[in-house]
């Protein structure tokens, strides 16, 4: 049985990301390597799901805009809104 190929790939991350790779190694024990192959795996797989349409599935996920001053009103107001005329006159 032959050993599979591997090439390696270097990784630049910036300080926030590889604090989260290193709580991730801490919480599984498993080494920095590991715990990048297993993500990009499951990453990669999930672009796979979503056929790498990355902006669609943002937009599918979005929730509605929560604000606390913003609500539905309780009797919704039906505005009469005339169209301006285009002559000018009301």
């Known amino acids: ?3 599979k190929k ?3 790939a270097s990784l630049r991350m910036d300080e926030r990301l590889m ?3 290193e709580h991730a190694m801490e919480a599984t024990g498993l080494s920095q390597a590991e715990i990048l192959r297993m993500a990009l795996a499951v990453g990669l797989e999930d672009m ?3 056929n790498y ?3 669609g599935a943002i937009v599918n996920q979005a929730k509605p805009l929560q604000h606390p ?3 539905e009103a309780e009797d919704p107001v ?3 809104v005339k169209k301006p005329r285009m002559d000018g006159s009301s």
Do not use: F, G, N, Q
């Open 6 to 8: 591997r090439t390696p």
């Open 53 to 55: 349409d990355l902006a």
């Open 69 to 71: 001053h913003l609500h």
């Open 78 to 80: 039906e505005y009469d």
């Open 19 to 21: 604090s989260k790779v």
């Open 1 to 3: 049985m032959s050993a």
């Open 48 to 50: 796979r799901r979503i």
